[in-house]
């Protein structure tokens, strides 16, 4: 049975390695490019180390991520379902809905809203003009800074979940380096500044944190993929039936792709014409709503003809 079971979840996550009786397999919440979900068969545990995702029924990893045939597998393994794992499959989704990602920023972090006229802040201020930040954008989304410390020459900008809390932040440098991000070790699973967004109007995705500034109620990726089991994919599902889709024109095949999850699931997709542009960060506002206003309604008939056209 423990062979069978070990089975299950490579098909499910993959290839692991393993200590003593841990497995490491690559986490499918948090999407972490290093094997962190740790899971014991023996003792019917998982916590991915990344992302704090943990439970006490490995039949919740099964649930949620394999297919029918594999759970129907699973089950058998385990023989009569004695009644207290109702409770562990009740306490798992009880902790999936309740639990949220945490973090602190930075100690070293100074908004730039308290530091108008400080010379410190001068290079800080320099870079965020350039790519046309205002003070309106710096009060709206907290910009602050590093002076010292880990994100030394960095803008900070801080992500806050429904109840306020930090969930993230993005480490942007404003100097010339090889590392331009330096974010926290903590999840992408989230929705980056979930506060700030009102789920009854349009939402559009975008790729960068300086893309959604630019785009009016707008929820960064942090890349260029969106992942079926993420967060974020699933709070559209449940609160928004349109959402506008403007990622960097070398992204179109990932834009596809997410257009397509997106219609498969019965949400109402625009795509916004990004051409012209690096990325949405460089348009002005202005410019982001003009092409907004004229994006394209994509269907299942629309989609094909796109992709056929990339061929």
């Given at each position: 049975m ?10 499910i ?8 009786d841990?497995?490491l ?14 899971i014991?068969?023996?003792?019917n545990?998982f ?26 597998h699973w089950q058998?393994l ?5 009644i207290?794992?109702?409770?562990d ?12 990602q945490?973090?602190k ?5 100074i908004?730039?809203?308290k ?25 709206k ?20 979940n ?9 480490a942007?440098?404003?100097t ?8 926290p070790p ?21 790729e ?5 500034i ?10 260029s993929t ?10 559209v ?32 997709v ?6 012209g ?17 004229t ?15 990339q061929?």
């Open positions: 423990y062979s069978d079971k070990l089975q299950i979840l490579v098909e996550f993959g290839e692991f390695y393993q200590t003593n841990e497995h397999f690559n986490c499918l919440f948090c999407n972490h490019r290093k094997r962190k979900l740790s014991n068969i023996s003792k545990t916590k991915c180390w990344i992302c704090d995702k943990s439970g006490r029924n490995l039949y919740y990893l099964i649930k949620r991520f394999g297919t029918h045939s594999q759970k129907q058998s385990d023989g009569r379902v004695n207290s794992n109702f409770d499959l009740f306490s798992e989704k009880i902790e999936e809905e309740q639990q949220e945490r973090i920023l930075p100690k070293e972090y908004c730039l809203v530091n108008k006229t400080s010379l410190i802040a001068k290079p800080a201020r320099n870079y965020l003009k350039k790519r046309n930040i205002s003070e309106k954008d710096i009060l989304w907290k910009i602050g800074y590093c002076t010292n410390g880990k994100y030394r020459n960095r803008i900070i900008i801080p992500s806050f429904n109840d306020g809390y930090c969930n993230y932040f993005v942007r440098s404003h010339k380096t090889q590392m331009r991000y330096k974010n903590a999840s992408k699973d989230i929705i980056f500044n979930e506060l700030l967004i009102n789920w009854k109007e349009p939402v559009a995705l975008v960068g944190i300086f893309d959604a630019n785009a009016e109620n707008s929820i960064p990726l942090l890349g969106l992942s079926i089991h993420s967060k974020l994919f699933r709070a599902l449940t609160h928004s039936k349109q959402i506008y889709i403007a990622l960097d024109k070398d992204a179109e095949k990932k834009a596809l792709n997410i257009i397509n999850a997106l219609i498969s699931h019965g949400v109402e625009y795509k916004i014409d990004t051409s542009y690096e990325d949405v960060g460089e348009m002005t506002k202005e410019e982001f709503k003009r092409r907004k206003d994006a394209t309604l994509f269907d299942s008939k629309a989609l094909l003809i796109q992709r056929i056209s061929l």
